[in-house]
């Protein structure tokens, strides 16, 4: 177990080796265009929230496994619409989004950088005098457009657990392994060249716990305080990404707002609607492929059902795609069965490792109305250390009665993902981000 463990130790290692090696990276030095946004890995060269030095590789190594694992916990949680806060080794942990952009917030505009989240709606900032939060924390006073809102605001109904203190209207959330107490506010965004004016969100006042991004949060959700509910005038609630793979030196992505730009020859699929949970994308995922052989995988493993929130979601902030245990396991046998004989080993969170040079299978999803054809880097980690290859895509917890498959972002990387969401459509294309 010790070597294997130093396996991925030594992988994660050459990642970050490769991060910072040779040139400086250009970061955020170059500007936002027009509509669209640069997008960073947080464990890019270009983000200042990765891990510390300080921290040994084995800590870095089960603080990234533990942070999906969190992950799948908090989203369903929100399935299951009860407040589970994960615990692993004796605390709590990070559980924030794998992707940042750059916000500017006020008049005079302050900068901050805002994780992305297509799973939650309510944009939130820890701002000054926040208990709890991080260093970096928006200052209302130095805006000449900041405002709070009142508890008679429409917005006020549309929070969690709203409260009033004396006029003015505040709420509570819990997210992922904390919980956050925040005034409900108004300011002007500034995205990429796009000024949103009278924009609502959360000023965070206290944060517990250790799942609040440090410097914020950007719902894309499409809730009523979403972004895209907010500025259904501008951008028609459609945007993208193309979310940049781990070997990107800078990480670099993009993020665009609205239908302008969007590309014309997609795929796309249906988006599906949950009632008890409207925020989250579903999608009708309905088979696997491993090369040209359909998995066997029992209807009820994929079926989409609104009353317990079963099906497949879109997530950007998800690492490894989860399958629940009888479609996992249908699509790892029939994995393992392609391979022959090679020998199986384990890797972390990973069951189906190789440790020889391999011949892989493809991998195809199939939703209502499209197929995606994975390349082998979105769904096979390698070790340039060694010689181990592992699938990566892992069943969803055991500690948790998990209805909920999660297309996670390692299977989105390189791909340009549309949400058309007055056309209820997902779309998908290959794209190279830069």
Not at 114 to 119: E, G, R, V, W
């Amino acid at each position: 177990m010790k070597a294997l463990l130093s396996t991925l130790v030594l992988l994660i290692l050459s990642i970050t080796q490769a991060l910072a090696g040779g040139s400086k990276p250009n970061c955020w030095n170059r500007q936002d265009q027009g509509s669209t946004l640069q997008v960073f890995h947080v464990y890019s060269a270009c983000s200042p929230f990765r891990p510390a030095e300080a921290t040994s590789w084995e800590e870095s190594v089960l603080q990234m496994q533990a942070k999906d694992q969190a992950r799948l916990l908090y989203l369903s949680s929100l399935v299951a619409k009860k407040s589970v806060v994960p615990i692993a080794s004796g605390r709590q942990i990070i559980q924030s989004p794998t992707y940042i952009v750059r916000a500017k917030i006020g008049t005079p505009p302050q900068t901050m950088l805002l994780a992305m989240d297509t799973s939650n709606d309510a944009a939130w900032i820890p701002c000054d005098g926040c208990v709890g939060c991080s260093s970096t924390a928006f200052s209302p006073l130095k805006s000449t457009s900041y405002g709070p809102l009142p508890c008679s605001a429409a917005q006020c109904k549309q929070v969690p657990n709203p409260t009033c203190n004396g006029s003015a209207c505040g709420f509570n959330l819990t997210y992922g392994g904390s919980s956050i107490a925040a005034d409900l506010s108004q300011d002007t965004f500034t995205l990429a060249t796009d000024a949103i004016p009278a924009y609502t969100f959360g000023c965070i006042q206290k944060a517990t716990g250790s799942s609040v991004p440090p410097q914020g949060l950007l719902g894309l959700g499409r809730g009523p305080l979403s972004l895209l509910s907010q500025t259904q005038n501008l951008y028609q609630s459609t945007f993208s990404y193309c979310l940049p793979s781990f070997k990107a030196l800078n990480f670099s992505g993009s993020l665009r707002l609205g239908p302008i730009g969007q590309p014309i020859r997609i795929k796309y699929t249906p988006l599906l609607k949950n009632p008890r949970r409207s925020s989250l994308y579903y999608v009708n995922l309905v088979g696997i492929k491993v090369g040209r052989r359909l998995v066997d995988i029992p209807p009820s493993a994929l079926a989409f059902d609104p009353t317990t929130g079963s099906g497949t979601i879109i997530d950007s902030g998800t690492v490894f795609t989860r399958l629940v245990a009888p479609a996992y396991t249908a699509v790892r046998d029939e994995f393992r069965r392609r391979m022959g004989k090679a020998t199986v080993s384990s890797l972390g969170g990973f069951d189906t490792c190789y440790s020889v040079p391999i011949t892989v299978p493809t991998i195809t999803f199939l939703f209502a109305g499209m197929n995606v054809t994975l390349p082998q880097d979105n769904f096979l980690i390698h070790s340039s250390a060694s010689s181990i290859t592992c699938l990566a895509i892992a069943a969803a917890p055991d500690n948790v009665n998990s209805v909920l498959n999660v297309i996670a972002n390692l299977q989105q990387q390189n791909h340009r993902v549309l949400f058309d969401v007055p056309n209820s459509r997902l779309g998908v294309a290959r794209e190279t981000c830069s």
